[in-house]
Structures are given as C-alpha cells and as structure tokens.
C-alpha cells in the first residue's frame, strides 16, 4: 500500500496563517482556531509585560537621571532629561499598543467600503455618519485626492465629503488614545466632542454653500467602475494588519516623536512657569487665533505634537488655547491644501480652511471661558 508523498513545505492554510512577514509566531494547522489561540497567548504574555514595564517608568527615569547619570535636582537640565526619559518610552508605548488596536478596527473599513457606506445618504445624517467613520478610518491630508474623486463620482455630497475630510485628520484616533493616557477622560472627550462637532458643522455649512462649481471640471467627468466585494478577512488575518500597522506606522513616525518629545523636555525644563501663562494664557484674548496660525505651517502627525502639547499645559498654558494650537497642527497643513488644488478651486479652499480655522478657534474661546 503506497504511503502518501510527504510534503517539504507547510500545508496551504498553514503557509497563508503563519506568513506574517516575520511578525509574531504563530503555530497553525489546518484550522484557524490554532493559530487564533497562538495569538491570544501571545498577545496575554506580551500585554503582561507592557504593563509591568510601563508602571516602572517613572522610577526607571528617576534613576536614570539622578543615579545614572547624577545629575543635581532641581537644574534645568535636569527636570529635560527626565521628562525625555520618561516621556520617550511611555509616548512609544502607548502608541504602540493604540496602532494594533486601531489596526484591527480599521481593517472593517477599507476605501471602497466607507465610500458604500456614505454613497446615497442625506445632507445631516450623512455628514454625522461620515464624521464618525472619519475617526476610525486609516486616511490622512495625503489620501485626500483620491478619496475625494472617488466620494464625489459615486453621488456623495460635497459637504459630506467634506465632513469626513475634516474629521479623518483632525480627530485622530491616536491622538484620543494618547490624550487618554497622558491627561485622563475628560480631555480626551473635549477633543473627540469638539473635533467632531468642527467636522459636523464645517461640512453642513460648505453643503449648504452650494459650491460645487468650485470643484474642479475634470473630478466630475471621471468615471469610477464598480467597485470589487473586499475579502472576508478572519480574525488572525485583523490581528496580522494590526501588526503590520504597527511596523509600518510607528517606523514612519518615532523620528516625529523623538523631536516632539525633545521639544517638549526643553518647554518642561526651560521655559519659565509665568511665560506661558502670559503668552497662552485665558487672560490673552489674541492667543486662540495666534495658535492658530502658528499651528498650520507647523504640519505634524498626532503622536508627535502631543508631548508639545503636554508640556505646554505644564507652564500653565491655557487648555482652550493649546486645544486650538493641537487641531491647527493635526487637521489644518500648507501640504494638505497643495494636494487639494489637484481637485478644488481656490475659493473653495479657502473656504474649507476659513470654516475649520473659525470652527477651532471657536473651540478654544469656549473651553478657554469654561474651565
């Protein structure tokens, strides 16, 4: 009786399983459920030591600075060194475990899939359904054209395109998650409340406008086909994007996030407690819009304007004020409205940017009055 011919490589469901590009091991068989099991143990083991890690920082940074290094309390450099050497770590960290996370709740909405969602809704309900899927969608200022063709030549509104333009980079999920982290619940909610409302009203407001026109001639004759059904993806394939989401995300940004932390240690160990108090304080009624027009040209990602901003608050910067400056950074950029004249009208731009920009100083006028 012949004996069936062994293979030299792993069986096909194995191979498609455990290609994961170098990334976690994983040990598969002909079900998936092995290799979802292989995960969760993983990820048990790794989120253990995360959090083991992560609540030994501030002592780990103490040490560093004062032991290691023997540096004198009290100094300027001092209180840069640590904050760096705290910060560094513990921003990476959090990012870290806020991009896998996000990772696999992006991989539920791809490009074609969004624009399905957000194809045939009204004027209100769309521009609140396409703000929403903008802050768990994996889109930013350089998707801007071809998500743009794409919304409009399949019958979504100007102003609903609109809405999920503004939101997908203004409320990002990383800065909510790091917000969270570093400043507790009620921050994070102003940010994701505001920014929200800022993406609601400003996209209901250019709709209304009627400025279509303004549009440039060629977005409108192209023609889009339908668009292919998206693979059915199992639960190790999100974890895998996850973690590719990881690799790909934090390599591009940690350089961002090094400088942003650096700036932030030279604010925190430098800059004197009654400076900014008086630069960006409540009582200076020209620092909203000041922070705002600083911000624009100073085009960063989330992760790396977020130890500015916590430093800034430190030396009594108002949070209204630093709210408006964080905003202007993220969802307001020079390259962001470059890329947009490849399909918009100068008046239509302006427009875009006049309506955000009143929108967020709005936004810090009020929190700067409240709290």
């Not at 253990?48 to 890690?53: A, R």
Request: with cysteine; hydrophobic share 55%.
């Amino acid at each position: 009786m012949n004996q069936p011919e062994k293979s030299n490589g792993p069986i096909p469901s194995e191979q498609a399983c455990c290609s994961n590009g170098g990334g976690m091991p994983c040990a598969c068989t002909n079900s998936s459920r092995p290799c979802l099991a292989s995960y969760l143990v993983w990820g048990v083991f790794l989120l253990s030591g995360w959090f083991l890690l992560y609540q030994n920082l501030a002592p780990a940074s103490r040490w560093f600075t004062y032991g290691l290094l023997g540096l004198e309390q009290g100094r300027h450099l001092s209180a840069a060194v640590e904050f760096f050497v705290f910060e560094a770590p513990k921003v990476l960290m959090l990012l870290v475990l806020v991009v896998f996370s996000v990772g696999i709740v992006r991989s539920f909405f791809t490009p074609e899939r969004t624009r399905r969602i957000l194809s045939g809704k009204g004027q209100f309900f769309g521009n609140i359904l396409a703000a929403l899927l903008g802050v768990v969608t994996p889109f930013c200022s350089c998707s801007a054209v071809p998500l743009f063709i794409g919304f409009v030549t399949t019958g979504v509104p100007l102003g609903v395109t609109f809405s999920f333009l503004i939101s997908a980079p203004m409320v990002n999920e990383i800065a909510l998650v790091l917000l969270f982290g570093l400043f507790g619940w009620k921050v994070a909610a102003i940010y994701l409340g505001t920014g929200l409302c800022i993406a609601l009203i400003a996209g209901w407001v250019i709709g209304r406008l009627g400025m279509e026109r303004h549009v440039e001639e060629w977005v409108y004759a192209t023609q889009t086909g339908p668009t292919a059904e998206d693979a059915p993806l199992t639960w190790p394939d999100r974890i895998q994007y996850g973690w590719d989401a990881v690799r790909d995300i934090v390599g591009r940004v940690w350089l961002y996030v090094m400088f942003g932390i650096a700036v932030g240690a030279g604010i925190h160990g430098y800059v004197p407690e009654g400076l900014m108090a008086s630069v960006m304080g409540k009582g200076a009624w020209w620092s909203v819009p000041a922070a705002v027009v600083i911000g624009v040209p100073m085009y960063s990602n989330a992760a790396g304007i977020i130890p500015v901003v916590q430093a800034l608050l430190g030396k009594g910067a108002a949070l209204g004020t630093v709210l408006a400056f964080m905003m202007s950074v993220i969802g307001l950029s020079a390259p962001e409205a470059v890329i947009l004249r490849k399909v918009l009208k100068w008046p239509l731009i302006l427009t875009f940017f006049g309506v955000v920009a009143a929108g967020i100083m709005l936004v810090g006028y009020l929190f700067n009055f409240i709290m």
